[in-house]
Every structure is written in structure tokens, then in C-alpha cells.
């Protein structure tokens, strides 16, 4: 099959593995606890929001299909013009030196969004936020795919899901009780600004954003695991209008095409889910409370408390998972992802139908266990095709789907519920009966292609 035109596993990358420095095992693993902090505040940030939906709703008098706007588009608008071309520069700078541009600049998103005054300034703030972040993921995977060897990135991808374990499921503990304290607070100044007691909650967020900006100058930049191929760059005597292009991504698309057997069904599958994926997080709080008039605190300790263990259980039993699959199939990453994509089917449906609070609440957090599970092979596919040179870009049209489509994911639903089923409840299963089943089914897709991407790849590290 057709393939991209660079690929890692050649013989050039085998050798540049062969002559490459590592850091130090100490070094490493100091930036991998530094981007998971900085990862664990962006899902923290999402989740919390979540929990304040229904205040937010309240003092600003908003529709559902606004709600799920503010959550939702309002963040990806300026990614959709930015988010490629910042993911570009993990290719061209120094990573550490981008990831901490990048915490500063969310910090200071959230804390603006904590002094918003109106409806207009809090969408205006929350526009740039996935756009401060999106430079985040593509930097953070090419500097971990070049701080540990090969034998051990698989574990160091694990271990960055603690950051997303921590967000998701710290989010809704510490969401459910900010969210309750803060409905006791007075709202007061601050910087002669008139603040909802509820903003509060979004200041305090901001405090650890820009203290992991600070720490990434401390990570140790590694050295790039392949040189640069002049064949993705824009040549020096290149028209401006050639570099514009290249610089937006424009070479890495064309890699993505030529393997787009592989890539397009991964990116179709990862759209689909997260839409529902991000809707559930953003609607599940609200949903509780209109349906069973549950307090976020109660929503927020039972969810968070049932995903910590179901999380840190995939992770587990997800990495023993592939690595099981991994000695009897080359395309284990993409297998495993299939299995885990049906199991969160079920479970996100069952969730739905459970006509009980506790077990509805109960099974929304084990879905924690196969989105962990499955979101390790699926980085790590991506990582296995990608271009060496074009890894940051590649990257971060992967994940673009992923903030993209997830981000729409809470207005779709507040669109459905408004003006569709007219219940909440409603649309988030009709969305999820109808999305997750058909994700699963373009993972299976990508199954077969991807064996023979990487029987390829194995061929070309023989020569």
C-alpha cells in the first residue's frame, strides 16, 4: 500500500537510533512529569467547566445549544486557523521552550475567563484556549519520542495517561466541591471587575498552568531522533507563498493522503468518538442533576472516585493488553483500540439506559477504563507511521480531529436536546447510539491497512 514518503524505521532512522544520545533516565522522566502536570491541568480545566455549566447557565442566561457552544466551538474557533501550524513548531524549535509558551498562555486564558464580565468576554476568552494548547500534545509526543529509547516509549506513553487520569477524574472531586463552596462566596472586586462567586474557581485554576510554564525551562531539550529532510521543508529560494503554505501543513498533508488508507480511518474513528466522548464529560453533570436532582458534589465524588480506579485499571491492564496482542499481531495497536472502542459502546449506553442515579453514575465512570486503554495504542500507532521530520505536524492533525471534533461534541448535544428531542437525556443517547457504533467500525476499518504500513516498515529496517 501506499505509504508516507518518509516513515520511521528506514534504515537512515535505524541508524540515527544506533548514533543517538539519550537523556538521562533522571531527565526524562523530569519532563514526562512535567508535561503530565501541564496535561492533567488542561482535562482539569475542561472538567471543571463542566461542573459549572448550570451556574454559568444561570448568570448568564443562556440557552443549551449556548452552553454547549461556550464549551465547546467557542474553544476550537482559532485552533481551526492556528492549531496546524503551531503543531509545526515542535518540528522547528526547541519542544520544552514551546510546551512552556504554551502553559502560559492557557494559564492566562483561564484566568481571563475568571474575570469575564459578560457573555461576549467570556467567549472571547475561551476562542484562544485550545489554540494556546494546541502546540501542547504534537510538542509533548515529539520530545517524549526522543527523551526515552524505543524499548520504553510504549511505558512513557502509558505513564503520560496519568495527566488525563488526573483531569478527568480529580476533575469532577475537586469540580463537585469547588462548585458547592463557591455557591457559598460572595461575589466581590477584583481589579475593580464585578466577579460571579463561581470565577473564583477558574482564577485558582489558572495558578498551576503558569507554574508548569516555569518548570518547562527546566526540562532538558533532547536531541531529534532524525535531521531535518529537506524534502518536506520549503526550499531557501522557495516564494513566500510556498513557505506560507508549507508552514500551514501543507507537506504533511500530503504524507497523510499518500498513506491515507492507514491514517484516514484512524482520524474518522477518533472524530466520532470524541465528539461524544467530550459531550458526555461536558453534559453528564447537568444530565444528573435534571434527571435525579443530584448535587455536583455527589455527582462529582462518585464519578471521580469510580474513573480513578477504572483509569489507573486501564492503563494496567491496557498496556498488558497490547503487549499480549503485540506478540501475536502486528497490528496490535490497532486492534486493542477496536476492542476498547466496543467496550466504551456498551458501557456509554448502558450508562444511559440505567434508570438509576448510583449506577448511572457508576458506569459513566468505568467508562474510564477502556478510554484509557484504548488511548495508548492509538498514540502509539500514530507515532509508528508518522514521518520522523513531520512527526509534530502529522501529530497534530491527529489530534486536531480529536480537539476539534470534541469540542463540538457539547453544543451537538445542546442542539439535539433544544431543538431535536427536547430532553437532554435524549440526545445524549441518540448521539451515542448512533456515533460510537459507527467509530468502532472505522477502527476495524483501519486494522488491515495498518498491518501492512508496518510490515512495510519492517522490510525498509532489513535493508
Same mark, same amino acid.
Given at each position: 500500500?501506499?505509504?508516507?514518503?518518509?516513515?520511521?524505521?528506514?534504515?537512515?532512522?535505524?541508524?540515527?537510533?544506533?548514533?543517538?544520545?539519550?537523556?538521562?533516565?533522571?531527565?526524562?522522566?523530569?519532563?514526562?512529569?512535567?508535561?503530565?502536570?501541564?496535561?492533567?491541568?488542561?482535562?482539569?480545566?475542561?472538567?471543571?467547566?463542566?461542573?459549572?455549566?448550570?451556574?454559568?447557565?444561570?448568570?448568564?442566561?443562556?440557552?443549551?445549544?449556548?452552553?454547549?457552544?461556550?464549551?465547546?466551538?467557542?474553544?476550537?474557533?482559532?485552533?481551526?486557523?492556528?492549531?496546524?501550524?503551531?503543531?509545526?513548531?515542535?518540528?522547528?524549535?526547541?519542544?520544552?521552550?514551546?510546551?512552556?509558551?504554551?502553559?502560559?498562555?492557557?494559564?492566562?486564558?483561564?484566568?481571563?475567563?475568571?474575570?469575564?464580565?459578560?457573555?461576549?468576554?467570556?467567549?472571547?476568552?475561551?476562542?484562544?484556549?485550545?489554540?494556546?494548547?494546541?502546540?501542547?500534545?504534537?510538542?509533548?509526543?515529539?520530545?517524549?519520542?526522543?527523551?526515552?529509547?524505543?524499548?520504553?516509549?510504549?511505558?512513557?506513553?502509558?505513564?503520560?495517561?496519568?495527566?488525563?487520569?488526573?483531569?478527568?477524574?480529580?476533575?469532577?472531586?475537586?469540580?463537585?466541591?469547588?462548585?458547592?463552596?463557591?455557591?457559598?462566596?460572595?461575589?466581590?472586586?477584583?481589579?475593580?471587575?464585578?466577579?460571579?462567586?463561581?470565577?473564583?474557581?477558574?482564577?485558582?485554576?489558572?495558578?498551576?498552568?503558569?507554574?508548569?510554564?516555569?518548570?518547562?525551562?527546566?526540562?532538558?531539550?533532547?536531541?531529534?531522533?532524525?535531521?531535518?529532510?529537506?524534502?518536506?521543508?520549503?526550499?531557501?529560494?522557495?516564494?513566500?507563498?510556498?513557505?506560507?503554505?508549507?508552514?500551514?501543513?501543507?507537506?504533511?498533508?500530503?504524507?497523510?493522503?499518500? +498513506? !491515507?488508507?492507514?491514517?484516514?480511518? #484512524?482520524?474518522?474513528?477518533?472524530?466520532?468518538?470524541? /465528539?461524544? &466522548?467530550?459531550? *458526555?464529560? %461536558?453534559?453528564?453533570?447537568?444530565?444528573?442533576?435534571?434527571?435525579?436532582?443530584?448535587?455536583?458534589?455527589?455527582?462529582?465524588?462518585?464519578?471521580?472516585?469510580?474513573?480513578?480506579?477504572?483509569?489507573?485499571?486501564?492503563?494496567?491492564? +491496557? !498496556?498488558?493488553?497490547?503487549?499480549? #496482542?503485540?506478540?501475536?499481531?502486528?497490528?496490535?495497536? /490497532?486492534? &486493542?483500540?477496536? *476492542?476498547? %472502542?466496543?467496550?466504551?459502546?456498551?458501557?456509554?449506553?448502558?450508562?444511559?439506559?440505567?434508570?438509576?442515579?448510583?449506577?448511572?453514575?457508576?458506569?459513566?465512570?468505568?467508562?474510564?477504563?477502556?478510554?484509557?486503554?484504548?488511548?495508548?495504542?492509538?498514540?502509539?500507532?500514530?507515532?509508528?507511521?508518522?514521518?520522523?521530520?513531520?512527526?509534530?505536524?502529522?501529530?497534530?492533525?491527529?489530534? %486536531?480531529?480529536?480537539?476539534?471534533?470534541?469540542?463540538?461534541?457539547?453544543?451537538?448535544?445542546?442542539?439535539?436536546?433544544?431543538?431535536?428531542?427536547?430532553?437532554?437525556?435524549?440526545?445524549?443517547?441518540?448521539?451515542?447510539?448512533?456515533?460510537?457504533?459507527?467509530?468502532?467500525?472505522?477502527?476495524?476499518?483501519?486494522?488491515?491497512?495498518?498491518?501492512?504500513?508496518?510490515?512495510?516498515?519492517?522490510?525498509?529496517?532489513?535493508?
Amino acid at each position: 500500500m501506499a505509504g508516507p514518503a518518509v516513515a520511521p524505521g528506514g534504515s537512515a532512522d535505524a541508524e540515527a537510533i544506533r548514533t543517538k544520545v539519550w537523556p538521562s533516565t533522571g531527565a526524562a522522566y523530569w519532563a514526562l512529569a512535567v508535561i503530565i502536570l501541564a496535561t492533567f491541568m488542561s482535562f482539569l480545566d475542561q472538567v471543571v467547566f463542566g461542573m459549572l455549566a448550570e451556574n454559568i447557565k444561570r448568570d448568564f442566561q443562556l440557552t443549551d445549544s449556548q452552553l454547549g457552544f461556550l464549551a465547546g466551538p467557542a474553544t476550537i474557533i482559532c485552533y481551526f486557523f492556528v492549531g496546524i501550524p503551531l503543531g509545526r513548531l515542535a518540528d522547528i524549535y526547541p519542544r520544552k521552550l514551546v510546551l512552556s509558551v504554551s502553559a502560559g498562555f492557557v494559564g492566562m486564558l483561564i484566568a481571563l475567563s475568571g474575570m469575564a464580565q459578560n457573555f461576549s468576554q467570556f467567549v472571547g476568552s475561551r476562542v484562544f484556549l485550545a489554540a494556546g494548547g494546541s502546540a501542547h500534545a504534537p510538542s509533548s509526543y515529539s520530545l517524549l519520542t526522543d527523551a526515552f529509547p524505543p524499548r520504553v516509549l510504549t511505558r512513557a506513553f502509558a505513564l503520560l495517561q496519568l495527566g488525563f487520569i488526573g483531569g478527568t477524574t480529580l476533575g469532577p472531586i475537586i469540580g463537585g466541591r469547588l462548585v458547592t463552596a463557591s455557591n457559598s462566596w460572595v461575589a466581590q472586586p477584583f481589579f475593580g471587575l464585578e466577579i460571579f462567586n463561581w470565577q473564583w474557581a477558574l482564577l485558582y485554576l489558572a495558578i498551576p498552568s503558569l507554574v508548569a510554564s516555569l518548570l518547562f525551562l527546566t526540562v532538558k531539550e533532547p536531541q531529534r531522533l532524525a535531521p531535518r529532510s529537506e524534502g518536506v521543508h520549503a526550499p531557501h529560494d522557495a516564494s513566500l507563498g510556498r513557505k506560507i503554505i508549507t508552514f500551514m501543513g501543507f507537506d504533511a498533508a500530503k504524507a497523510i493522503h499518500a +498513506g !491515507g488508507k492507514v491514517y484516514y480511518p #484512524l482520524f474518522g474513528a477518533l472524530a466520532l468518538s470524541a /465528539i461524544e &466522548a467530550f459531550g *458526555i464529560m %461536558f453534559w453528564r453533570t447537568p444530565y444528573l442533576m435534571r434527571e435525579f436532582g443530584w448535587s455536583p458534589a455527589q455527582i462529582g465524588d462518585l464519578i471521580g472516585s469510580v474513573a480513578l480506579i477504572a483509569s489507573i485499571s486501564g492503563m494496567i491492564v +491496557g !498496556g498488558i493488553f497490547v503487549e499480549w #496482542l503485540a506478540k501475536r499481531y502486528k497490528d496490535a495497536n /490497532i486492534r &486493542a483500540a477496536f *476492542i476498547c %472502542f466496543c467496550g466504551s459502546t456498551i458501557i456509554i449506553l448502558s450508562a444511559l439506559l440505567i434508570p438509576d442515579p448510583f449506577w448511572s453514575s457508576i458506569a459513566f465512570g468505568c467508562a474510564a477504563f477502556f478510554a484509557i486503554a484504548g488511548a495508548v495504542p492509538q498514540n502509539a500507532a500514530i507515532q509508528r507511521v508518522a514521518p520522523n521530520d513531520m512527526r509534530g505536524q502529522v501529530t497534530a492533525f491527529y489530534l %486536531f480531529m480529536f480537539t476539534f471534533f470534541g469540542a463540538m461534541g457539547s453544543w451537538f448535544i445542546g442542539v439535539i436536546s433544544d431543538h431535536v428531542t427536547g430532553n437532554l437525556g435524549q440526545a445524549i443517547l441518540a448521539t451515542a447510539f448512533i456515533l460510537m457504533p459507527t467509530a468502532a467500525f472505522l477502527m476495524y476499518r483501519a486494522i488491515k491497512p495498518y498491518r501492512e504500513e508496518v510490515e512495510r516498515l519492517e522490510a525498509l529496517e532489513t535493508l
